[in-house]
């Protein structure tokens, strides 16, 4: 249970209160004796800093000695291992050695808790070691990955200036990270005309990855028989998915966007469809989330006409694109995320720490999370979160502040921090309006905060507890929180952290375990 199963041999040897001096490859015995009230599997997981030995009965059981840990992230999953043991009494063991920075090690086994982090680690050990030889492979095949844009005029580019729309905007990024990109969109086309040309537009390029880009609007929702429609959408866009896979190549879907002659009930196949595409096992794209006006509609000022984004709109949408995605798509799908249960707390010694998120670049719009519990209120105002333009503040009241620039707003929202109690907390920002959004406990507040240029994010864990926090490069839709929240789907459009938060370990410097396919996550830094 976090600190339970951690010994830090630095401060178990200190000298007058003073850590003790490490050099590298110093070395620490510690022993447990076991009584097994019965024959059976010793089952168990390890990590260390940064060389460590096992042995039952004196008998090794688990080495590191030749590599060492494999990983700055020390946790009793890093390693596991297991032996027979008879009835009666026994004796674990284990030699430390230090590495340059740190002397320290992280052991748990035998509770159900600790099997199931020992099996989740052990599936990601196997997946990890599957993508590096299929990421191997495709190096072989092709020094550069090769992306397809698969949709329709949007996608294209109509509306923007010299047909540089958001798809080819993300093009020309990706060149930068050394891929390859071709854009095979033709305005009109419906999920039936693609499926149509698939094989002779896309797979003829040879195509690591296939972007789908289409619209409700061109399949036909505004007719007549708009239900027959959405059910045709999902159906042909489940088809192309299952095709583009079959063909070795990697999908991915963006959502949904505006349309200006959109009705309340267009709009809400749109909602719908967009919220099942979010929970699929297929990484997507959130572009409603960055022009969306609250009705299906685009905002004021970014539409070329109806059924099109002019190069604001078109920027706007781009932004939405996490680029450091497409990067991890080496396996074939985004995985399910599974939310922890369990509470990051940062050591006593550490309470200057905070977690931070740098994003690729400056957003547009943003979703930020996290959940909390706080066992007693602040004696005055805390920091719970923080970016560029916008700060959070529990006040001893219980009530949450917000600071956004030089404004000074409170929320007439009270929040119970009472003890042992979880509260869910988001800040939504859309770029287009101006607007930001705060999310608590299934209550929202709207503010204006005019236009925010944000890149970097801080959650302070300091006084409280916090778990499962998330940044989206999107406005994602408020009936979305409920559904992250407490149904445990995680909506995965445009998602570029998830984190747990249940690291055994947090230092300074090192990256926390992200579960989405983005190359980046949280970091734990020093608060200046």
């Not at 086309?189 to 289409?214: Q, W, Y």
């Not at 940062?346 to 066992?375: N, Q």
């Not at 952290?497 to 249940?502: I, M, N, Q, W």
Request: aromatic share 10%; net charge neutral; charged share 25%.
């Amino acid at each position: 249970k976090g600190d339970d199963y951690f010994i830090d041999f630095a401060k178990v040897f200190s000298i007058d209160g003073k850590d003790y001096p490490i050099r590298e490859g110093t070395k620490a015995l510690i022993c447990a004796p076991i009584n097994s009230p019965q024959s059976g599997i010793l089952h168990a997981g390890a990590g260390a800093d940064w060389w460590m030995q096992w042995a039952l009965d004196g008998e090794v059981v688990l080495s590191t000695s030749k590599k060492g840990n494999q990983t700055g992230r020390f946790h009793f999953s890093n390693h596991e291992f297991k032996a027979n043991v008879t009835a009666g009494d026994h004796i674990l063991s284990a030699q430390v050695k230090s590495g340059s920075g740190g002397w320290r090690v992280h052991t748990n086994g035998g509770s159900e808790e600790a099997y199931r982090a020992l099996h989740i680690a052990a599936e990601k050990r196997i997946k990890k070691l599957k993508d590096e030889r299929e990421f191997k492979a495709r190096v072989q095949k092709n020094s550069r990955m090769k992306i397809v844009v698969f949709g329709s005029s949007v996608a294209h580019g109509y509306g923007a200036a010299n047909m540089f729309g958001w798809a080819n905007q993300m093009g020309e990024r990706l060149a930068k990270r050394n891929w390859e990109y071709v854009n095979k969109s033709i305005g009109g086309d419906n999920t039936s005309k693609l499926l149509a040309r698939i094989d002779r537009d896309v797979f003829s390029e040879k195509p690591d990855v296939v972007l789908i880009g289409l619209s409700l609007a061109n399949e036909g929702i505004r007719g007549l028989n708009p239900e027959g429609v959405y059910k045709q959408y999902i159906r042909n866009m489940k088809k192309l998915i299952q095709v583009i896979r079959k063909h070795g190549c990697i999908p991915v879907v963006s959502n949904c966007y505006p349309h200006a002659l959109y009705n309340e009930k267009s709009y809400g196949y749109v909602r719908s469809f967009n919220a099942e595409l979010a929970t699929w096992p297929v990484a997507s794209i959130d572009l409603m989330g960055a022009v969306d006006n609250g009705q299906g509609r685009w905002q004021k000022g970014q539409a070329r006409d109806a059924g099109h984004p002019n190069d604001i709109g078109h920027t706007e949408m781009s932004s939405a694109v996490v680029d450091s995605l497409f990067d991890g798509l080496i396996g074939e799908e985004q995985g399910t995320i599974t939310p922890t249960l369990l509470w990051y707390e940062v050591p006593l010694d550490e309470k200057d720490i905070m977690l931070r998120y740098s994003a690729d670049s400056h957003l547009k719009s943003y979703t930020f999370g996290w959940g909390m519990r706080c066992d007693e209120l602040p004696s005055s105002e805390l920091v719970l979160y923080s970016s560029e333009n916008v700060k959070l503040f529990l006040l001893p009241t219980g009530q949450l502040k917000v600071h956004i620039k030089n404004q000074v707003q409170t929320n007439d929202m009270l929040v119970d921090m009472g003890q042992d109690k979880v509260h869910h907390i988001a800040i939504a920002y859309r770029h287009a309006t101006g607007k930001l959004c705060l999310y608590v406990d299934g209550m929202t507040k709207e503010y204006f905060a005019g236009k925010l240029s944000d890149s970097t994010f801080e959650l302070r864990a300091e006084g409280v507890r916090v778990r499962n926090a998330f940044v989206y490069y999107s406005a994602i839709a408020t009936e979305w929180f409920d559904t992250l929240f407490y149904s445990k789907r995680i909506p995965k459009s445009s998602l570029a952290v998830f984190s747990p938060l249940d690291d055994g370990l947090v230092i300074p410097g090192v990256p926390l375990l992200n579960l989405t396919l983005g190359d980046k996550g949280f970091e734990a830094v020093r608060i200046p």
